[in-house]
């Protein structure tokens, strides 16, 4: 699974961080601070995910609090 390009992005995130993978994101800098990004799946991870309905996720809170987080299949659900 990688992030990629989209035509409403307008930033990219750790891009000259070496240990991050750069992610490109649309930063919305509404009243949430909401940062919306698309990821692409492999042939073997779209599998994965049909036969077993399962997604991890791994965020990096460095010790605050978690903040809300959402997934989805359609680009409409986030891009208006």
């Known amino acids: 699974m990688k992030p990629i390009e989209f035509p409403e992005q307008n930033v990219v995130f750790a891009k000259d961080q070496p ?10 800098q509404n009243e949430m601070g909401e940062v919306i990004s698309c990821w692409h799946l492999s042939f073997k991870e779209r599998l994965m995910i049909l036969f077993t309905g399962k997604l991890w996720v791994s965020l990096a809170s460095f010790g605050k609090p978690l903040t809300p987080s959402f997934f989805t299949v359609k680009k409409s659900d986030l891009i208006r």
């Not at 240990?19 to 919305?28: I, K, Q, R, S, V």
């Open 19 to 28: 240990e991050y993978l750069p992610l490109p994101a649309l930063n919305t």
